[in-house]
């Protein structure tokens, strides 16, 4: 099973719409990173967040972290094509070790 | 340049060869970590290291092995390929705040 779920899977959206991802888990997140990677190519880094209840913008994408530690959700805007591709969580879950772990990805894609 | 480079981009080869996967960083980061990529699945830690005097095993470390030859080196060996190994592998690196930076990916095909 996977420690770190995302939903949905995949999502296809029109142009100018807003959509939310969410990233799940069972246990307290001590640092939730989301990325976004093209197809086939490496992973950008869009934004962290530790603190619970923190939420953080850039452009037209907003990542909020629950209260409890436990769920992101990453939120975007008035979609745009450039924003299509696949959206990762990943998450420290034991606590400064540096290691993460990650979901499955959520595919987006944006009809123009 | 670009800071995390990985070569090669794309390796074809046959079960049973001894294939290595390389990974560079001028990021002057102390961690670095080895990954695989398969459908559906997301990002799974194959091995990753804190120093150069230090390695660890990931989630699924079997039927590979790594090496730190630098600080900035950090190699990935497949000792005899097999078609489930067949991924898409990405070498990242990070400092204590843990925000990781990928490389751009190898795409590997056992066949």
């Known amino acids: 099973s996977q420690e770190l779920e995302q939903s949905p899977q995949s999502l296809i959206v029109q142009e100018g719409k807003n959509l939310t991802i969410n990233c799940t888990s069972s246990?307290?997140?001590?640092?939730l990173y989301w990325y976004k990677q093209k197809y086939g190519e490496g992973l950008i880094f869009l934004m962290m967040?530790?603190?619970?209840?923190e939420e953080k913008s850039h452009e037209k994408i907003t990542a909020k972290l629950d209260e409890k530690k436990q769920q992101s959700s990453l939120h975007i805007t008035a979609s745009q094509p450039s924003h299509a591709g696949i959206y990762l969580c990943?998450?420290?879950?034991?606590?400064?070790?540096?290691?993460?772990?990650f979901g499955q990805g959520t595919t987006l894609q944006v009809k123009p | 340049d670009a800071d995390v480079t990985q070569t090669p981009r794309n390796r074809i080869t046959k079960t049973g060869k001894r294939i290595m996967l390389e990974c560079s960083q001028t990021?002057?980061?102390?961690?670095m970590y080895w990954y695989r990529q398969d459908p559906g699945l997301g990002l799974r830690l194959i091995y990753y290291?804190?120093?150069?005097?230090?390695?660890n095993k990931g989630e699924i470390s079997d039927g590979y092995s790594v090496s730190r030859q630098a600080q900035a080196k950090f190699s990935l060996s497949l000792e005899s390929a097999i078609p489930n190994q067949t991924a898409l592998y990405f070498c990242?690196?990070?400092?204590?705040?843990?925000?990781?930076?990928f490389g751009p990916g190898t795409r590997l095909t056992v066949l």
């Open positions: 990242a690196t990070s400092d204590l705040a843990h925000e990781q930076f």
């Open positions: 246990k307290t997140l001590y640092g």
């Open positions: 967040l530790q603190k619970g209840g």
């Open positions: 990943g998450a420290d879950m034991t606590g400064n070790t540096g290691k993460l772990i």
């Open positions: 990021k002057g980061h102390d961690r």
């Open positions: 290291s804190f120093d150069v005097k230090d390695i």
